[in-house]
């Protein structure tokens, strides 16, 4: 049960800026903290349709507009109007029906971020079919008990080495009719299929879909146990995507002379992705899909599509950065570069001043410092991200301040999120008119966060899923009690309703001493350093705080190279003085951010980096803890002398 709370006392504001209109967050207090925060709809809800009736829509409207790009073989772009979209969403779904598949029917999608994966999103929606995303990494265990928890008809995999992977399994998933593989041109097949099809049916299917219609069930990335099914509607979709249409009007709404658009390269496996990208259907937001998140391909991707947003997450921000900052110092230019992000640093906590009502914003001398750097390296930045790049929408954990302040200041606009699976993406965002750098936001309108009183954010709103998937319960069970969803993470809110995420409730430490330690500030902090991959704190029921650190291969690469160091196995350069030194260095700035008993006492460097492919991380880049401390048992007692 949540504790009850006293009624609420609006502190709502209203800012004469530009756009739409600046509402503050309405907050609760208990014992003098605040406990609530509540921003009002932005967006009218959607009483009735589905996402099924926005491609046709989109034609109807604006038949010639380009709403994706698509790439060819050969590298290049072609538009698709918004004529051409619905076309092919109604021959696909056409397709489906052809091949027997009823309402309600499961069809699951493995593959990466790609253009058939949109046009296979809405042509089982229009099909009255419900989507399951599986990641194209999964394990075939993994992929094994989503088919069959799902109870999956069909399945559609990118590749034929996917599909033949399933073979020894296919026996143990009996529900799979249909498996069809991209590669092997089979979506189109299902088009070439569904065109010599009435399309009478289709029409009728649609219409037997609502808001509280079952849109998809998206699989959690199983950090601590078996994925669980979240099942979202359409419209908790809907929920989602207007309320953020409306905040980030600079992002989907054109404001300027350029075309608003896209480029998607995180997984659409995830939902974080499967939102932005429903939200740029919703809105006529020039989509693109990128399906590789290797610099050799992605950095090509970008310059040619040139998105005004990106979709993306601390670790590329900071890869970026380190990436830059190792570029400028091979080039003797590493006090230049030092001393301009300093700059825009400065710039955007200057910048966030003025619109929060706390400065006069910068001054003469600084805006002078950054416009003498913006073509020596911010313009740099932006280039590699495709030239065009205004804004970045950011999630999946905390960038922090230092990094949002720096991006700000070089002219790329940081709004930062956090949400779940279970609140169909983003639950909290940056407001335009009034960030708070290092904090995730305000709720996204429509939604309330409470903090209970052990510290646990808790959800409530439209966009929040009905239920866990159960086939053994009969279908969907619910999960928030008296309409609040318990996220499991840790946060606070201030004054003005901002959140600040503070760590995991299961990852919580009790030192032997008793002291709790939260360790994510001390893991983001360390991640963000150059020569550091990844980073897990330890020390629950151990008489100090330790971490285990990877290294960063291009960060390693770089000081080698500028410090005269020849390549070493892995192994060796883990005991290297002069880098231990370097990352002492790293850990005591770390250590300033919290107290004496919770700092970090000990660390070890591993001989590998901890990946996907090696099972220490989802595909959504978050550690899996109990992994990573059961494979790396003997590194860990030997921090503790064992």
């Not at 014992?31 to 009218?44: L, N, Q, T």
């Not at 991209?182 to 979506?187: Q, T």
């Not at 008296?482 to 946060?491: I, R």
């Not at 330690?517 to 020569?531: D, K």
Request: glycine share 10%; net charge neutral; with cysteine.
């Amino acid at each position: 049960m949540t504790t009850p709370l006293p009624s609420f006392a609006a502190s709502a504001a209203y800012d004469d800026a530009p756009g739409p209109v600046l509402v503050e967050p309405e907050t609760r207090r208990l014992d003098g903290v605040v406990r609530e925060a509540y921003v009002p709809p932005f967006a009218p809800p959607v009483r009735h349709g589905s996402l099924a009736e926005l491609p046709f829509e989109n034609a109807a409207a604006v038949p010639d507009a380009v709403v994706l790009s698509r790439k060819g073989p050969d590298g290049t772009w072609g538009d698709v109007t918004a004529t051409r979209f619905a076309a092919e969403v109604l021959a696909v779904a056409n397709g489906f029906v052809a091949e027997g598949l009823m309402p309600g029917d499961r069809v699951a999608i493995m593959a990466r971020t790609t253009y058939e994966w949109t046009l296979l999103d809405f042509a089982a929606w229009a099909a009255g079919l419900v989507t399951v995303p599986v990641y194209p990494t999964s394990s075939l265990f993994q992929t094994r008990w989503i088919l069959q928890d799902s109870g999956a008809v069909a399945l559609v995999t990118e590749t034929a080495a996917q599909a033949a992977s399933l073979g020894p399994e296919l026996e143990r998933i009996p529900d799979l009719r249909h498996l069809w593989v991209m590669e092997k041109g089979h979506v189109d097949r299902l088009a070439e299929l569904g065109a010599g099809r009435p399309d009478g049916e289709i029409p009728v299917r649609r219409g037997m879909l609502g808001p509280d219609t079952l849109a998809t069930l998206v699989y959690t990335s199983g950090t601590t146990g078996r994925p669980k099914g979240c099942a979202l509607t359409h419209g908790n979709f809907f929920a989602e995507v207007d309320n953020a249409i409306e905040l980030l009007y600079p992002v989907f709404k054109a404001r300027t002379g350029d075309e608003p658009s896209v480029l998607l390269f995180l997984p659409m496996s995830h939902v974080f992705g499967r939102m932005v990208a429903v939200a740029c259907v919703r809105a006529r937001v020039r989509l693109g899909h990128a399906p590789s998140l290797k610099a050799q391909d992605l950095l090509p991707d970008l310059a040619a599509f040139r998105p005004t947003c990106l979709l993306t997450i601390p670790y590329m921000l900071e890869k970026v950065f380190n990436a830059a900052r190792a570029k400028a110092e091979a080039g003797g230019r590493l006090s230049s570069f030092d001393r301009a992000a300093e700059a825009a640093r400065r710039y955007g906590e200057a910048m966030e001043a003025r619109q929060t009502g706390t400065g006069t914003g910068p001054g003469r001398a600084l805006r002078t410092a950054r416009a003498f750097y913006d073509p020596l390296v911010y313009r740099r930045i932006r280039n590699a991200m495709g030239g065009r790049v205004r804004y970045a929408i950011c999630g999946g954990s905390p960038l922090g301040r230092r990094l949002a302040a720096f991006y700000a200041g070089a002219g790329i606009e940081i709004f930062e999120g956090y949400g779940l699976t279970e609140t169909t993406g983003a639950a909290t965002v940056t407001p335009p008119l009034k960030p708070r750098l290092g904090t995730v936001g305000w709720p996204l309108p429509g939604t309330r966060v409470r903090i209970a009183v052990d510290g646990e954010i808790l959800i409530s709103g439209a966009q929040v899923l009905r239920g866990y998937w159960d086939p053994q319960a009969g279908g969907v069970v619910p999960v928030a009690r008296d309409g609040w969803l318990a996220t499991g993470d840790m946060g606070e809110l201030d004054d003005e309703g901002y959140l600040t995420i503070t760590g995991r409730k299961k990852e919580l430490l009790i030192t032997a001493g008793g002291k709790s330690v939260a360790p994510a500030p001390l893991e983001n902090w360390l991640r963000s350093h150059p020569l550091i991959s990844h980073c897990l704190v330890l020390g629950d029921r151990r008489p100090y705080v330790s971490a285990l650190i990877t290294l960063d291969p291009d960060g390693i690469t770089h000081w080698r190279r500028m410090n005269g160091k020849h390549p070493v196995p892995a192994e060796l350069l883990v005991d290297d003085e002069e880098l231990r030194a370097v990352l002492q260095r790293a850990v005591d700035e770390a250590n300033k951010l919290v107290s004496r008993p919770e700092s970090i006492r000990r660390f070890a460097v591993l001989p590998t980096d901890l990946t996907e492919e090696s099972g220490h991380l989802t595909p959504s880049m978050k550690l899996r803890r109990e992994a990573v401390l059961r494979d790396f048992a003997h590194v860990v007692e030997g921090l503790y002398g064992g």
